[in-house]
């Protein structure tokens, strides 16, 4: 396989390749259907899933979703050095410095002092998994939104929540997913960043759970 064909396939499959590996799970525990919630990069497979599979989705959560091309905040501080030509990778595949990823996870808060040195030290283990790093580059290398045309086809009740403070994937994206999906309802949560369901566990919990009582 060329370069050029191989960059192509691996342009094309790479969400698909998330959503049907999503599919097989959820095949594999018996589950029919289902409530997907995702947050960031899990909204994405999340709404992609509910496309391709408008038979298994009962119900839509996106918590600070990826979506759409051109509205993305700064990118964190790990992903800026991953995106370095050659060297950006490689430093963060075999290197990567504790600090490099605390400053990343602070990006995400709204508050950055919720970020205790616990959770950032969890954090880093799970990257520091054999092959956890490797994904992480493949996954910003190939990540692309050509497909967004696509959120408007999704019918299903969404609640989409998100935090005001999020500099990762700004509101502009949330009122965008509000716009594109039908029967969808926004809740935005002021001093929150983007990742409220660990930033406010509460108060998150609560807004699904009304969702679900309707």
Avoid at 53 to 78: C, K, M, N, Q
Avoid at 152 to 181: K, S, Y
Wanted: charge should be negative; hydrophobic fraction near 40%; proline fraction near 7%.
């Amino acid at each position: 396989m060329t370069c050029e064909s191989s960059c192509v396939w691996r342009s094309i499959t790479a969400i698909e390749h998330y959503t049907r590996f999503f599919e097989k799970f959820l095949d594999q525990l018996g589950i029919k259907h289902a409530i997907l919630v995702g947050n960031s990069l899990g909204g994405r497979i999340g709404w992609e899933t509910a496309v391709a599979r408008p038979d298994l989705a009962d119900r839509l959560v996106l918590i600070d979703s990826r979506g759409y091309p051109g509205e993305a905040g700064p990118d964190p501080i790990a992903v800026k050095i991953a995106k370095v030509p050659v060297l950006g990778p490689l430093l963060i595949e075999h290197i990567t410095p504790r600090s490099v990823i605390e400053k990343s996870l602070g990006q995400a808060y709204g508050d950055p002092r919720k970020l205790t040195p616990d959770l950032a030290d969890r954090y880093y283990e799970l990257l520091l998994r054999s092959g956890n790093r490797r994904a992480v580059i493949l996954q910003i290398e190939q990540e692309s939104y050509t497909d967004s045309d696509r959120i408007r086809t999704i019918t299903i009740p969404t609640l989409i929540l998100w935090g005001e403070l999020d500099h990762v994937v700004p509101v502009p994206d949330a009122e965008r997913f509000r716009h594109d999906i039908t029967q969808s309802q926004l809740i935005v949560f002021k001093q929150l960043g983007h990742v409220p369901q660990e930033e406010d566990p509460a108060q998150t919990v609560k807004a699904l759970e009304d969702f679900l009582a309707r």
